[in-house]
């Protein structure tokens, strides 16, 4: 099972300290990247053993080598406040034996931090399941989880055993968003509207809270306005407005056809995209 910990100075008024990383207690197992050496003794004596025939401590074997890292099939993490949210993360690599353990720590802001390990599934491949959280344990207050603050890019750090009991530490392997959820909503209005009328759409784009556990208007953020006709299925952009200070929405246009209206919503660092659904408006000579 994944672990999380995070300063206690990150969930205001919890009443709880929040357990440090772990990442401390492990780290006398961690090697820096590059040779192993341990069989050291014994490479030099092959070494001498075979120097008649021309062989060298090079033909030793070789040491485990980790050449990446898949985090949610390379999608951003998005999560609310009310359900957990379960995502893989596979590191890849090689070694003449073969890879059979993995240990991986996953690093955010403000001391985000969650660790789980597994058994590699291939000799190549080895891949964690991450459990993430931004909402209490039920019937409880429990702090442990995300707050807003960690929202944003986490790294990968991943320990990678071999079957011939070599091992190899790789900070930095991989890097992810894990970001808030957000909602759109729109309402056009009049419906229905004379052609060449002018229509107004009104809108609201909110986001998670991982402090208090509600969705919150989201401020100053570009969206963009698209009309979709009827009988299409692409939506073009038509304006783009900034959200209000309490993330409200509101723009004027020109009613030319019949169509859906939407925001779209990118998204940003710490912010999952969302898109409204299309609101039918029925125009008429």
Same mark, same amino acid.
């Given at each position: 099972?994944?672990?999380?910990?995070?300063?206690?100075?990150?969930?205001?008024?919890?009443?709880?300290?929040?357990?440090?990383?772990?990442?401390?207690?492990?780290?006398?197992? !961690?090697?820096?990247?590059? +040779? #192993?050496? *341990? *069989? =050291?003794?014994?490479? =030099?004596?092959?070494?001498?053993?075979?120097?008649?025939?021309?062989?060298?401590? &090079?033909?030793?074997?070789?040491?485990? #080598?980790?050449?990446?890292?898949?985090?949610?099939?390379?999608?951003?993490?998005?999560?609310?406040?009310?359900?957990? /949210?379960?995502?893989?993360?596979? /590191?890849?690599?090689?070694?003449?034996?073969?890879?059979?353990?993995? &240990?991986?720590?996953?690093? =955010?802001?403000?001391? $985000?931090?969650?660790?789980?390990?597994?058994?590699?599934?291939?000799? !190549?491949?080895?891949?964690? /399941?991450?459990?993430?959280?931004?909402?209490?344990?039920?019937?409880?207050?429990?702090? #442990?989880?995300?707050?807003?603050?960690?929202?944003?890019?986490?790294?990968?750090?991943?320990?990678?055993?071999?079957?011939? $009991?070599?091992? @190899?530490? /790789?900070? $930095?392997? =991989?890097?992810?968003?894990?970001? +808030?959820?957000? *909602?759109?909503?729109?309402?056009?209005?009049?419906?229905?509207?004379?052609?060449?009328? !002018?229509?107004?759409?009104?809108?609201?784009? @909110?986001?998670?809270?991982?402090?208090?556990?509600?969705?919150? $208007?989201?401020?100053?953020?570009?969206?963009?306005?698209?009309?979709?006709?009827?009988?299409?299925?692409?939506?073009?952009?038509?304006?783009?407005?900034?959200?209000?200070?309490?993330?409200?929405? *509101?723009?004027?246009?020109?009613?030319?056809?019949?169509?859906?209206?939407?925001?779209?919503?990118?998204?940003?660092?710490?912010?999952?995209?969302?898109?409204?659904?299309?609101?039918?408006?029925?125009? !008429?000579?």
């Amino acid at each position: 099972m994944s672990r999380f910990a995070a300063p206690p100075s990150d969930r205001q008024g919890a009443g709880r300290d929040i357990a440090p990383p772990i990442a401390a207690a492990r780290a006398l197992r !961690r090697k820096p990247v590059g +040779r #192993v050496t *341990r *069989r =050291g003794v014994v490479v =030099g004596a092959v070494a001498v053993l075979l120097a008649g025939v021309g062989a060298s401590a &090079d033909a030793a074997p070789s040491d485990p #080598v980790v050449s990446g890292a898949t985090i949610n099939s390379g999608h951003d993490v998005i999560v609310g406040i009310t359900h957990n /949210v379960v995502f893989p993360v596979t /590191v890849t690599g090689s070694d003449d034996s073969g890879l059979s353990f993995a &240990d991986v720590d996953l690093k =955010g802001p403000h001391g $985000g931090f969650y660790t789980t390990d597994a058994f590699c599934e291939t000799a !190549r491949a080895c891949t964690t /399941v991450f459990t993430v959280n931004a909402h209490p344990a039920p019937g409880s207050d429990d702090p #442990v989880d995300l707050a807003n603050a960690n929202a944003g890019t986490w790294s990968v750090d991943a320990l990678v055993d071999a079957n011939d $009991g070599d091992s @190899v530490f /790789v900070p $930095g392997v =991989g890097s992810f968003g894990l970001k +808030r959820a957000a *909602r759109l909503t729109v309402n056009t209005s009049p419906e229905p509207v004379a052609k060449g009328a !002018r229509i107004t759409v009104t809108g609201k784009l @909110v986001r998670a809270n991982w402090d208090t556990y509600r969705y919150a $208007g989201y401020a100053g953020q570009a969206v963009k306005l698209q009309f979709r006709p009827k009988g299409s299925s692409t939506y073009t952009t038509v304006a783009t407005v900034a959200t209000s200070n309490t993330g409200t929405l *509101r723009t004027t246009v020109k009613a030319v056809k019949d169509g859906y209206w939407r925001w779209n919503f990118t998204g940003t660092n710490t912010t999952g995209p969302a898109k409204a659904t299309g609101d039918y408006v029925d125009v !008429r000579p």
